[in-house]
C-alpha cells in the first residue's frame, strides 16, 4: 500500500547525558520516514527552509523517499527544536522551539500523492495535519501522533483530527493529559471514544500497551545498554509499524502484532546515537534479526 506522511522537518540540537550534538537532522517525519523507508517507499510531505542542509536531503532520498511533495521555503528557516535530557533520560527540558512559520503551513499534497492508502500524520501543529487530509480521496488507514504541545495549545483542532482518524500514537503520559484519567487502560479507552479504533500507548524503556477494537496488546521495550539519545524514538518506532504493514495487503491482529515486534526494534537502534545516526549504520537484515532477538526473549527461547 501507498504511504504517505506529514510532519516537521527540523534541525535539532540535543543535549544527554552522553554528549551534545548542534543543529541535525530532526522532526517527527523525518525519523518516521527514514524508518517506514526499510520496508516500503515513502512520500513526505513538509516544509523546511533556506537553512536546510542538501545532505539531509539526499539522505532521506536514497532511503526511498519521494522529496517532491516538501517545499523549500527561501525566506525563512527551518523548524528548530532544542532539547536537553536529564536524571537518566527521565525527564527532557525543551530549551527552545524555532516554528518558523510552519504553525501556518499550508501543506500542498501533490497530485500523485492523493491516492495514498495509508497516511500518517506525524507530530505536528493539528491544523497542519487538517490541511493535509483534506486533500486526501479515501485513504483506507489514517494514523496520527501528537505531543503534549498540542493537547495544550490547539486541543479544539486536535480533537477534529482524532474524529477522522483510524489510529493514535500517543505516549501514556500524554494519553492521560488528553483525557483527564489516571489510569492508562482507561485513557487508551477514552481515546477510543473520541475516534480511534487504534489507540497505541508509547511507554519508552517498557514498551507499548495497544488497545484495539477486539481488545488489548501490551509488548514490552527491547533492553538495552546502549542508550545515548532517545529523540525521535516514536517516531521511529511508528514508522516502522507503518512502514511494515504497508507491504501487506490486509491487516488484521496478528499483522498488526508483528507490526510492533518491527517498530520496537528500529525504536531500539534510534536510541543508541544522536539523530539518525544509528539508523544510517543499519540494513534491513540487521532489523531482522533483532525482531528474532526480541521474539526469543518475549518467548523464552
Not at 500518517?120 to 480521496?137: I, T
Not at 494519553?175 to 482507561?186: F, I, M
Not at 491487516?251 to 544522536?274: H, N, P
Request: with cysteine.
Amino acid at each position: 500500500m501507498s504511504l504517505m506522511c506529514v510532519g516537521t522537518l527540523a534541525m535539532d540540537t540535543v543535549e544527554t547525558p552522553m554528549g551534545m550534538r548542534e543543529r541535525v537532522m530532526g522532526g517527527s517525519a523525518s525519523y518516521f520516514a527514514y524508518s517506514a523507508g526499510f520496508f516500503t517507499p515513502v512520500r513526505v510531505v513538509g516544509r523546511v527552509g533556506w537553512d536546510w542542509p542538501e545532505e539531509f536531503t539526499k539522505l532521506l532520498e536514497t532511503q526511498g523517499v519521494d522529496w517532491s511533495g516538501v517545499h523549500q521555503d527561501r525566506e525563512a528557516k527551518t523548524y528548530y527544536w532544542s532539547g536537553r535530557y536529564v536524571r537518566d533520560f527521565q525527564d527532557r527540558e525543551t530549551v527552545a522551539i524555532e516554528m518558523h512559520g510552519f504553525e501556518l503551513y499550508h501543506p500542498e499534497v501533490p497530485t500523485s500523492y492523493r491516492d495514498s492508502r495509508v497516511v500518517f500524520l506525524a507530530a505536528a501543529v493539528p491544523a497542519v495535519q487538517l490541511r493535509l487530509l483534506d486533500q486526501c480521496k479515501a485513504p483506507e488507514w489514517v494514523f496520527a501522533d501528537t505531543v503534549d504541545m498540542w493537547i495544550e495549545t490547539t486541543r479544539n483542532d486536535l480533537v477534529r483530527v482524532l474524529e477522522r482518524i483510524d489510529g493514535l500514537f500517543i505516549n501514556d503520559v500524554e494519553a492521560k493529559q488528553l483525557t483527564g484519567e489516571h489510569q492508562t487502560v482507561l485513557a487508551a479507552k477514552a481515546i477510543q471514544r473520541m475516534g480511534p479504533k487504534w489507540v497505541i500507548l508509547k511507554k519508552g524503556e517498557h514498551g507499548c500497551l495497544v488497545a484495539g477494537p477486539d481488545g488489548m496488546m501490551a509488548l514490552p521495550g527491547f533492553p538495552t545498554d546502549a542508550l545515548v539519545d532517545p529523540t525521535g524514538a516514536g517516531d521511529s518506532f511508528a514508522g516502522g509499524v507503518l512502514g511494515y504493514l504497508s507491504q501487506l495487503e490486509k491487516w488484521d491482529r496478528a499483522s498488526i502484532y508483528r507490526a510492533l515486534l518491527y517498530g520496537t526494534a528500529i525504536a531500539s537502534f534510534t536510541l543508541s546515537d544522536f539523530s539518525l545516526d544509528a539508523l544510517r549504520r543499519i540494513r534491513r537484515h540487521d532489523i531482522d534479526q533483532r525482531v528474532r532477538e526480541y521474539q526469543a526473549m518475549l518467548h523464552g527461547a
